[in-house]
């Protein structure tokens, strides 16, 4: 699904206009990005499941063309938890 279906369905769904759905679904999508920014981001959406932020340690890899080993730096992703409600729909 696109972020245009999606809209789409939000707005069919609640009985708004498309332009009010993407309104909220781009402040639903700005407010996570802040929340997860934050030291200890996370956001927990009961029944759906939680977003959280995990740094990844420094560590030595491969360049799979080459074989030549590589640095690749510390950083941070957004780790996907799903909750009980959504494991059992799917």
């Known amino acids: 699904m696109t972020k245009a279906e999606l809209i789409e369905k939000i ?3 609640a009985g708004i ?4 759905a993407a309104a909220a679904l781009d402040s639903f999508t700005t407010n996570v990005t802040k929340a997860l920014k934050k030291k200890d981001g996370k956001i927990t ?10 740094r990844r340690k420094a560590r030595t890899g491969r360049n ?3 074989g030549e080993s590589i640095k690749i730096k510390a950083h941070n992703v957004v780790k996907f938890k799903a909750g ?3 494991k059992e729909a799917v």
């Open 45 to 54: 959406l009961v029944g759906f499941g939680t977003f959280s932020k995990v």
């Open 84 to 86: 009980k409600k959504l």
């Open 17 to 20: 206009s498309k332009t009010a």
């Open 64 to 66: 799979p063309q080459t």
């Open 11 to 13: 707005a069919g769904d």
